[in-house]
């Protein structure tokens, strides 16, 4: 199985801030990797398909970059609503498998 | 899109459960679909995918315990769970090919 290693685990930023999470896959995954958003009590969201295509109505301060093993997600400015936990997930050969996660925190 | 799943809950080890996802707002017979569980405060684990033709694949920690079933005429997507373990303790999610849109999940708790 294709390890995915994310980080940071936690990451503390504030508001109008850019901030960075990597994905850094165990193998070459042909850029078939996504980033979801998850708050607490709710189901993940998909923001970025395909290492660099914004999902419907994500806004355009996520942005995401890679290729190869090494992705990363951004997020240009940094607003109340973005705080909580970014996932990864590689979907370029089964079982596909995600990063253990970043949690997001308000400073 | 809408995906609700139903049917969880708490069983012992050793135990079936049937868990559904009934599906609203796209094609559903056109698409692949996933189960995707996560156990209390961790991360996300993929569980198991059928295609729109019903060709299936499983994660090794359910294989042989889990069938992934899908009736096309309802709309629904199916997860049996036989022979439950602890560590199957989770929520789980469905969601849509490429997991573009996922349900809101359901609690299953295997306990004694």
């Known amino acids: 199985d294709i390890q995915m290693t994310q980080s940071p685990s936690l990451l503390s930023a504030s508001v109008g801030d850019r901030v960075t999470i990597n994905c850094k896959a165990s193998q070459n995954i042909n850029k078939y990797l996504n980033w979801y958003q998850q708050k607490l009590g709710e189901a993940p969201k998909l923001l970025i398909y395909n290492t660099n295509n914004l999902q419907t109505g994500i806004p355009s301060r996520f942005s995401g970059s890679g290729s190869g093993t090494d992705y990363t997600l951004t997020i240009s400015s940094l607003q109340p609503e973005d705080f909580g936990t970014y996932f990864c997930?590689?979907?370029?050969?089964?079982?596909?498998?995600f990063g253990a996660g970043t949690k997001l925190e308000l400073k | 899109v809408q995906l609700v799943e139903s049917g969880g809950g708490l069983v012992q080890p050793g135990k079936s459960l049937k868990l559904s996802c009934s599906a609203s707002?796209?094609?559903?017979?056109?698409?692949?679909m996933h189960w995707i569980r996560q156990a209390p405060g961790k991360g996300l684990d993929w569980v198991a995918y059928?295609?729109?033709?019903?060709?299936?694949v499983y994660a090794d920690a359910v294989k042989g315990r889990f069938t992934i079933s899908r009736d096309n005429a309802k709309n629904t997507l199916y997860l049996q769970l036989n022979s439950l373990k602890s560590e199957d303790t989770a929520i789980y999610y469905c969601a849509t090919t490429g997991l573009g849109y996922w349900g809101q999940g359901v609690m299953v708790t295997v306990s004694s």
């Open positions: 059928i295609s729109s033709s019903s060709g299936t």
């Open positions: 707002g796209f094609t559903f017979s056109s698409y692949g």
């Open positions: 997930f590689q979907h370029n050969s089964w079982p596909g498998t």
